[in-house]
């Protein structure tokens, strides 16, 4: 694998959420700097092989808003 993406949306009583799409990777913090340390540490531990380790972590943030008519 040379790349995963995690998709990152603001946690509604703040914060951060991240999961990987395709592996049991999850994380969770206070702001994007932590969250993407937390998510570094995340996929450092869940591939313990060096080789099977991901080069390229991609970070997708999605927002959902609600607006009334």
């Known amino acids: 694998m ?3 993406v995690f ?3 603001e946690d509604p009583e703040g914060g951060y959420c991240a ?3 395709g592996a049991d990777i999850f ?3 206070e702001t994007v700097d932590e969250l993407k340390a937390q998510i570094r ?3 450092v531990c869940h591939f313990d092989d060096e080789r099977e380790r991901p080069r390229i972590v991609r970070l997708h943030f999605t927002r959902d808003e609600v607006m009334a008519i």
């Open 19 to 21: 999961s990987a799409a």
């Open 2 to 4: 040379t790349e995963i």
């Open 41 to 43: 540490d995340a996929v």
């Open 27 to 29: 994380a969770q913090a």
């Open 7 to 9: 998709l990152i949306e």
